[in-house]
């Protein structure tokens, strides 16, 4: 049996953190049917945009993509491949797993967080207006439905991953009708898991303090869109940054597993960038094609290079190039099979 899967090496650094993953996906003995699909700078030369249509289909055919980094080009008038794709797919859950890994200094030793944002409304809709010359406006849309959903897409990854506890985070006493209807929508949901998973809330000022303070008291995040954006950024800070922080963008029919990071247009070509956020976020995919235990192994197999400090890239304080880093995890899986 084989998984077809899209993979959009993206740009900048993309393709070889592609190659590098790719390299410890095939060393699991899996097979996957890759359809690769080009996107970013090199489409706007060739094909007059960075998201060609063929890339949505080759995704709503094989209900799976994993996704590089692609640089979005300032003032050019193309959006966003990433909201393109959001918004194309409903992609509507963010989900972004923050631990701490032995090897990465950090102030914490025991942060293990899931940050599940909210995707598709909130502020981020594009709803802004310029009324006058001296004043703008933009429209914060918070409905039931969207708000329902993420929270029990939070309660069931909850369930699904032996979790304990689910906080929605929020600002219900400012903002009393729409964060008031987000809060109230995260109680109607977590009533149904009432006995199985604990529920909270926090006011997210509050929860930055907090996280910051003693983020091991935390464990499933449920958020609107603009404080979930802000507080996952958050949550990767305290594990060690951009380099190892992995996501997952997720839908009713399609998911597309990426890093938090972008293109870092400047390390392109030198293989010197991290692969452990691409690598993690494989791992992620992994999970959502039902391989819990490939996926275990992939995630250990990271962290086992990582904790040991032989062979990691120079964000971590190695020498190690990004493909001689994918090289090392690889052979650690082949080794745990
Ligand atoms: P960036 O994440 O690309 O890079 C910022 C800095 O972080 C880099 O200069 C580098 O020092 C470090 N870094 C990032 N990833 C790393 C890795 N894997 N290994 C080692 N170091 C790493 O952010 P930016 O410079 O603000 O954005 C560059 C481009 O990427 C922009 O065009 C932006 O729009 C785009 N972007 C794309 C995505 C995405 O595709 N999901 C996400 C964020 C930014």
């Known amino acids: 049996m084989s998984y077809a899967v899209t993979l959009i090496p993206g740009d900048g650094i993309g393709p070889e953190l592609a190659d590098a993953t790719r390299n410890v996906l095939e060393a699991t003995g899996l097979v996957f049917d890759w359809d690769i699909q080009l996107a970013g700078e090199a489409t706007i030369a060739t094909e007059g945009t960075p998201l060609p249509e063929r890339v949505i289909d080759s995704i709503r055919r094989t209900g799976v993509a994993l996704k590089g980094p692609i640089t979005t080009p300032i003032g050019s008038g193309f959006r966003s491949v990433n909201v393109g794709l959001r918004q194309a797919l409903e992609l509507y859950a963010n989900v972004r797993p923050a631990r701490s890994l032995v090897g990465v200094k950090t102030r914490y030793t025991d942060v293990d967080l899931v940050i599940v944002r909210e995707n598709t409304e909130d502020l981020y809709a594009g709803i802004e207006h310029r009324v006058g010359p001296d004043a703008a406006e933009s429209i914060k849309i918070i409905t039931r439905g969207a708000s329902q959903r993420i929270a029990r897409y939070a309660f069931e990854h909850a369930v699904r991953n032996g979790r304990r506890k689910v906080t929605a985070v929020h600002k219900a006493n400012i903002m009393k009708l729409s964060d008031g209807l987000f809060l109230e929508s995260c109680q109607q949901i977590a009533a149904e898991y009432d006995g199985r998973v604990a529920f909270e809330d926090r006011i997210v000022d509050n929860m930055c303090m907090q996280l910051v303070q ?20 958050l949550a990767a800070g305290l594990v060690g940054g951009l380099g190892v922080a992995p996501g997952a963008n997720i839908g009713d029919r399609a998911a597309v597993f990426e890093p938090v990071h972008g293109s870092a247009p400047k390390y392109a070509g030198q293989d010197r960038a991290n692969p452990t956020a691409l690598i993690l976020s494989a791992a992620l995919m992994l999970r959502h094609l039902g391989e819990t235990a490939v996926a275990d192994t992939v995630e250990g197999a990271t962290r086992a290079v990582i904790a040991e400090g032989r062979t990691v890239t120079y964000d971590l304080g190695g020498t190690a190039g990004t493909q001689a880093f994918g090289a090392a995890v690889a052979e650690r899986v082949r080794d745990a099979r």
């Open 214 to 233: 003693k983020p091991e008291l935390y464990d499933v995040l449920v958020l609107p869109n603009l404080y979930g954006d802000i507080v996952s950024d």
